[in-house]
C-alpha cells in the first residue's frame, strides 16, 4: 500500500503542476479549457477519494501516505482560477459552468482560495497522523472548500 499512496501522490502532484503551469502561463481557449479543467477535477476527485478511504482506515502510515495528495489538492487549488478563461462557458462546450464565474471572478478565485487553505489543514492533519482532525478537515473541505466553489459556481 505504501507504494501505492506514494506513486499516486506522485503522479497526481506532477499533473497537477503541469496543469498549473498551463494554467497560468496559456490556459486553452474554449473547449480546451473546459477539457483541461475537467481534467484537473478528476485528478483533485481521485486525491480526495485516496484521502478519504485513509482517514476511514484509521491507520496511522496510511494517512501519512496521503499527506502528499492533500498537498496536491492545495497547491492545484492555486490553478482552477486560470482554468475558466473567457470563452470557455457553455458557448465553447459541454460545462457545468456558471456564467458567475466570469460575472464574479474575484469571489470565484476567492473561493479557490479557500480550498487550498482547507487542503492545507487537512495535509497538516495527516501528517500528524490525527485521524479525528483529519475527518474534521475533509469535512471542512468538503463542505466549504469543493462545496463552496460547486455551490455558487456550478451547475447541478
Not at 471572478?105 to 497522523?129: E, I, V, Y
Not at 479525528?132 to 455551490?151: I, P, R, S, T, V
Amino acid at each position: 500500500m505504501r507504494i501505492f499512496g506514494t506513486a499516486f501522490s506522485a503522479l497526481a502532484l506532477g499533473t497537477v503542476m503541469a496543469l498549473s503551469a498551463v494554467g497560468t502561463s496559456m490556459a486553452g481557449e474554449g473547449g480546451d479549457a473546459i477539457t483541461e479543467r475537467r481534467a484537473l477535477m478528476r485528478l483533485q476527485g481521485a486525491a480526495a477519494g485516496a484521502i478519504k478511504a485513509a482517514i476511514d482506515s484509521k491507520d496511522a502510515a496510511r494517512l501519512k501516505q496521503v499527506e502528499g495528495a492533500a498537498r496536491a489538492l492545495a497547491f492545484s487549488s492555486r490553478a482552477i482560477p486560470t482554468l475558466f478563461p473567457k470563452g470557455s462557458d457553455a458557448k465553447a462546450g459541454e460545462t457545468k459552468a456558471l456564467d458567475k464565474i466570469w460575472a464574479d471572478p474575484t469571489g470565484f478565485k476567492k473561493s479557490a482560495d479557500t480550498m487550498g487553505t482547507l487542503a492545507t489543514a487537512l495535509a497538516d492533519a495527516l501528517k500528524n497522523s490525527d485521524a479525528a482532525k483529519a475527518m474534521a478537515a475533509f469535512g471542512a473541505l468538503g463542505k466549504d472548500g469543493c462545496g463552496g466553489c460547486h455551490g455558487a459556481y456550478r451547475r447541478d
